[in-house]
């Protein structure tokens, strides 16, 4: 919701929080996502987490994963 101001403020450094905390609890769409959020930044980050959602069988993960590398 705060990622894409569906009902509330836009506001991306709350979302990327969120999706953080999700993430380091082994959320396998939070890991995807984290790894959406670096894609453009960081491939070593954004490698970190596409490999943490494929390992847990996240298909779209293993495409990007595929991309980055």
């Avoid at 996502?33 to 943490?52: Q, S």
């Amino acid at each position: 919701m705060l990622a894409y101001g569906k009902g509330c403020t836009q506001d991306m450094d709350k979302a990327f929080s969120w999706y953080r905390g999700a993430a380091e609890a082994n959320e396998t769409t939070a890991c995807f996502i984290m790894g959406e959020f670096f894609r453009m930044k960081n491939k070593y980050l954004a490698a970190y987490w596409y490999t943490k959602a494929a390992r847990r069988g996240y298909d779209a993960a293993r495409v990007r994963l595929l991309a980055v590398l």
